[in-house]
Nanobody, 117 residues
Framework: QVQLVESGGGLVQAGGSLRLSCAAS????????MGWYRQAPGKQRELVAA?????????TYADSVKGRFTISRDNAKNTVYLQMNSLKPEDTAVYYC?????????WGQGTQVTVSS
């Protein structure tokens, strides 16, 4: 049984920072590229950042978060992180982690990030 549990969201003022965590159980994590996704009200879910599974991890970012967000992973802890700096009100959304590309069965509850202006 694969489970992904996101945490670390909250309410923050514009310009602030948050660090999201995603703990993976089951066999999903090993050798799998992982991604952080977000869905704002009235919008489709979008990929925010992704990281490969190999050593010397390669990362990709949405243009809207480049230079502000950093994705990383700790394979020993089966955890993937998203460090978010210089947050903007437009970053307000529910943030999810999943494999990259995502599998429908892996979507969790997500964690709410709200950035006030």
């Amino acid at each position: 049984q694969v489970q992904l549990v996101e945490s670390g969201g909250g309410l923050v003022q514009a310009g602030g920072s948050l660090r999201l965590s995603c703990a993976a159980s089951g066999s999903i994590f090993s050798g799998v590229a992982m991604g952080w996704y977000r869905q704002a009200p009235g919008k489709q879910r979008e990929l925010v950042a992704a990281i490969t599974s190999t050593s010397g991890d390669s990362t990709t970012y949405a243009d809207s978060v480049k230079g502000r967000f950093t994705i990383s992973r700790d394979n020993a802890k089966n955890t993937v992180y998203l460090q978010m700096n210089s947050l903007k009100p437009e970053d307000t959304a529910v943030y999810y982690c999943n494999s990259h590309p995502p599998f429908a069965r892996y979507w969790g509850q997500g964690t709410q990030v709200t950035v006030s202006s």
